[in-house]
Structure formats: C-alpha cells, structure tokens
C-alpha cells in the first residue's frame, strides 16, 4: 500500500481545508487510516482516525468539533476535512494506515504504510 497525502497550504485562521490521502494499494479497503501531524520541535502526534468501512471515527480532542475525516474506498481517498483552523494547527500531516484495534488507533506504531505528509500552515 503507498499513500499520498496532498491538500496542504497555508490558510489564515478561521480558515478551511480539505486534505486527501490516495493510496495505489488494492487492500487499502482493508486498513484503517489514520491522520497524524508533527509541529516542529514536537513530537508526531493522532489527529484522526478511521476504520476500513468508514463506520467508526475517532478524533484527538483538540480538533473534535472542527475536523471531520470521511474515506470514499471506490476511489482508494480519505480525506481530512479542517475548520476553524487555528494557528496551533500548523503541521506535517501524515496519513498511514494500519490495522489497529479500536482502542489503539491513536497509536503509531501500529500504522504499516505511511504518506510523504504534507504541510500545513496557518497564520494568526
């Protein structure tokens, strides 16, 4: 499975995107895909989740209520939805995917394939 995450940019806060995550693999259906971000100077760090039918989400709390992750597999794309984008949201996104159990998908170890990520920048 490769995966590529694209929709980056630099938005002022407030702001929206939209980012996608493409995978080439013919099991992609079959994993979970989570979203993970790296600020620099910090650790990566679980955004979203979310299961290989797209029947269970899992969010972080810090972007519970402005993120929403959805996952279309006819066209092998998750996509991450941001609203109300704050400054603190700046990152490398990273989409992976993985077969985690429920209760550890904001664990990343457990993810197999991994995206090249891609950036985010939001000004204040």
């Known amino acids: 499975v490769q995966l590529q995450a694209s929709g980056g940019g630099l938005v002022q806060a407030g702001g929206s995107l939209r980012l996608s995550c493409v995978s080439s693999?013919?099991?992609?259906?079959?994993?979970?895909v989570g979203w993970f971000r790296q600020a620099p100077g910090k650790e990566r760090e679980f955004v979203a989740s979310?299961?290989?039918?797209?029947?269970?989400?899992t969010y972080a709390d810090s972007v519970t209520g402005r993120f929403i992750i959805s996952r279309d597999n006819a066209k092998n794309t998750v996509y991450l939805q941001m609203n109300s984008l704050k400054p603190e949201d700046t990152a490398v996104y990273y989409c992976?995917?993985?077969?985690?159990?429920?209760?550890?998908?904001?664990?990343?170890?457990?993810?197999?394939?991994w995206g090249q990520g891609t950036q985010v920048t939001v000004s204040s």
């Open positions: 979310i299961s290989w039918n797209g029947g269970r989400t």
């Open positions: 992976a995917a993985g077969r985690p159990i429920a209760s550890a998908v904001f664990t990343s170890s457990l993810y197999y394939y």
């Open positions: 693999g013919r099991t992609f259906s079959n994993n979970a």
